[in-house]
């Protein structure tokens, strides 16, 4: 997997078999960076890669018998994990990555929104949308995979969640791997500092075999089908005009649907008094099931690194005007010690956190140092 910020200096999109402007996107996978879709590979399902930096993942347990359960559960289950509220995120359960198990996505609506309008005014609409972490391949147990270049670190982890962070300052990535423990780490590309090194064979090459199986286009962002042809229009004329002179039917069916889903109901009631003997069900029969579930473990929440990614993320596009001497967690709050001289950093650095939605301050010391101050609130 080729980097972002390469794909526009190492060659044009005609040499690396981008179709015509004329002819339809029908395939390979493309790079959203600067607002503007990037060839990257041909000759693969149609596949936009989005930045890691606003997709946040997670390895959730769910140990439920159906999806449709576990999309109820869902919500509930990460709403502890992550700092907005999650009726301002589009949620996406992924494959089952160990048993009851399964990868989870995060992405505030704002950003999906914007995504998928840029993909469907290019004509990739059909094209699945995926965080480009997932062209690592996913490393053992316990393990990292890191692909470092010049701009930007991209970590894969052995439960199958990742996250990218700006590459400059180095600290960051070695910040977020004490918070994780210190997991051995094969890099993927620039080397790493020789404490994450993970040992003799630690080296391997990106894949994008990961790429399948991913698609952050579900629910209200599901892919749209293809246009249809003018006979199928005029098919789905008549099928319509049939439903309609069908609506007495259909509400008839209405009330047997009723009467099936009491029916249902009070199995789900018998069903829950047996794996729950003396359980309260109440009124609303789907909050009582969703009480009996796991609480999960006793660890708190992983604040830490949602928010460096957050800061990380609005320092973005000034990395080449600051870097940080100093990085310290507690008590809930971030505190980063900038050295930077430029007029107007201060202004600058507040705008940018302003914009990512970031609580925080930001003042000059005396020293002529700059310090950021910021929390989950």
């Known amino acids: 997997m080729r980097p972002s910020h390469e794909a526009n200096v190492t060659a044009s999109a005609r040499a690396l078999g981008a179709p015509d402007a004329s002819e339809p996107l029908a395939a390979g996978v493309w790079t959203l960076a600067g ?3 990037i060839i990257a590979e041909v000759g693969l399902p149609a596949t936009v890669l989005v930045p ?21 559960a869902l919500p509930f289950a990460i709403e502890d994990r992550i700092a907005e509220p999650v009726d301002s995120v589009h949620i996406v359960l992924g494959e089952e990555v160990a048993p009851g198990r399964y990868l989870v996505a995060v992405v505030k609506h704002e950003v999906m929104a914007r995504w998928v309008a840029i993909v469907e005014e290019a004509g990739l609409g059909h094209a699945a949308i995926v965080p480009d972490v997932f062209g690592l391949r996913r490393p053992d147990e ?24 700006p590459a400059i300052p180095t600290k960051l990535l070695q910040t977020a791997w004490d918070a994780a423990g210190k997991p051995p780490a094969i890099a993927l590309g620039l080397p790493l500092p020789e404490e994450m090194w993970g040992g003799e064979g630690a080296t391997d090459t990106p894949s994008n075999a990961a790429y399948s199986g991913f ?19 005029r098919l789905g004329w008549i099928v319509a005009l049939g439903a ?13 649907l009723r009467t099936i889903a009491d029916r249902r109901e009070a199995d789900t009631r018998a069903l829950a008094a ?17 009480d009996l579930l796991p609480a999960g473990g006793s660890a708190p929440p992983d604040t830490f690194l949602p928010l460096l990614t957050r800061v990380s993320g609005a320092l973005g596009p000034l990395s080449g005007a600051i870097n940080v001497r100093a990085i310290n967690y507690q008590a809930n709050a971030l505190t980063l010690d900038l050295d930077g001289t430029e007029p107007g950093l201060v202004g600058r650095i507040d705008a940018a956190l302003r914009a990512s939605r970031v609580p925080g301050s930001v003042t000059r010391s005396p020293d002529g140092s700059i310090r950021i101050t910021a929390s989950n609130a």
């Open 215 to 233: 698609d952050l286009r579900q629910g209200i962002y599901a892919r749209r089908r293809a246009a249809l042809t003018n006979v199928w229009r």
């Open 52 to 72: 890691s930096e606003q997709v946040r993942l997670l390895a959730v347990d769910l140990p439920l018998p159906s999806r449709t359960k576990r999309l109820q």
């Open 142 to 165: 316990g393990l990292w995979a890191v692909l470092l270049d010049s701009d930007r670190a991209i970590v894969r982890a052995g439960d199958g969640t990742g996250f990218a962070i």
């Open 35 to 37: 607002g503007r879709l």
């Open 244 to 256: 309609a002179a069908h609506v007495v039917i259909a509400t008839a069916d209405t009330v047997m």
């Open 274 to 290: 047996i794996a729950a003997p003396g359980a309260n069900l109440g009124g609303d029969l789907a909050a009582s099931v969703a």
